[in-house]
């Protein structure tokens, strides 16, 4: 039987939970993992629910009518993903080449997506261009001018900086153009007759403050009237990615963080195109991650589980503070463990202080919920250790 202790603990938290979740998330049923498992189990997989990302994308399109959704590929490239959102209308935003090839073997029309990486290899540069690619991100003039020497027809936005406040991931600081250094970029574009024609940002990823968002879309209304003055025709607002999922930590829904940003955007003008960038919000919900334990041991009066999939194996956020629900089998009494992955770099080390059932042993499953985003896009084969599986339903 299947108990979940921390989600359990949680529930009796409840009244702090329903401050933020004004609404259910979904996630997958467990009796889907069930049923693979009598398939056998040899080794990590992610088990995701189409049926899911079907119903996020809808809900996502649903609080915002006038946003249109680019899913950010990296959160989970499989391709029955990108299959699941093209069939959804969800347009897509790229970082790399082999991303843009991707979606162009599925016949995602090139026109269609975003090269949201800030600063591009010249050579990624080209590669796009030559595909078709039309708009492109920058964040500084230096690549303002590397993408007009590549295309002098691009049409290019500006990553500004925002607030991360309350956001898991803050982003700030490593891309994100500062307010002082705007107006040098946009000089830099009138002089050489580049189409700088929009505004983005990111609000950091699982940000849980819709506030983050408000501040944004001001700072852009602010840059979009100084880009006006010096002749550009701005046209785009971007407002990137960072919708949260529910974990263990109470979350504002999508429709919270809508209502923030629907007052925001309402007096934009009509021909101004507004999009965004999720990731994790569209396929987080739809997986479970599932590993088995292969070995406990004792050390100096502390207990450690060692799992067959860690930090190189597709549990890597929960290294930057991402706190999983974990569920098991077992029902015995909770005490705190330490867990680690199965390789042997001292990095590979999970959590420490995890409140676990005390009977926990070799051979048993460990079952993550939400797991669909930033799991198994991120595993290595680091050690020897095998790439997890990823079925889809
Ligand atoms: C990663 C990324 C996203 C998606 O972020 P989430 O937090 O998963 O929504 C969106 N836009 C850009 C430019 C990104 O790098």
Known sequence: MLIPISSAALRENTQFENLFDTHPEVSLNFKHIQEQLLNGYHKPFLLVDSSIIRHKARRFKAALPRVHPHYAVKANPDRRVIETMIEENVSFEIASSTELD??????????????????????????????????????????????????????????????????????????????????????????????LAGVTFHVGSQCRNPQNWRVGIERAIKVFSDMRTA?????????????????????????????????????????????????????????????????????????????????FGGVIEVTEGLHYEILTDRKGSNISWSIAGPTCDSVDVLMQEVLLPHDIQEDDFIYIPNAGAYTTAYASNFNGFPLPDVFVI
């Open 102 to 195: 991707l979606l162009l073997a599925l016949g995602v029309p090139a026109a269609e997506i975003f090269y949201s990486n800030p600063v591009k290899s010249r050579a990624y540069l080209e590669y796009a261009a030559s595909k078709g690619v039309e708009w492109y991100v920058l964040d500084s003039a230096e690549e303002l001018r590397k993408i007009v020497s590549v295309k002098a027809d691009a049409k290019m936005y500006l990553r500004i900086d925002t607030p991360n406040i309350g956001s898991d991931w803050p982003l700030a600081g490593k891309f994100g153009t500062h307010l002082t250094d705007i107006k040098e970029i946009i000089t830099e574009a009138t002089t050489l007759n580049a189409d």
């Open 231 to 311: 002749g550009l025709n701005p046209r785009l607002l971007n407002i990137g990615g960072g919708y949260p999922v529910r974990h263990t930590k109470p979350i504002p829904s999508i429709d919270v963080i809508a209502d923030v940003i629907n007052e925001a955007i309402n007096h934009l003008p009509k021909h101004i195109r507004i999009i965004a960038e999720p990731g994790r919000y569209l396929v987080s919900d739809s997986a479970y991650f599932v590993c088995r334990v292969v070995g406990t041991a004792t050390r100096n009066g502390k207990r450690w589980m060692y799992w067959d999939a860690g930090m």
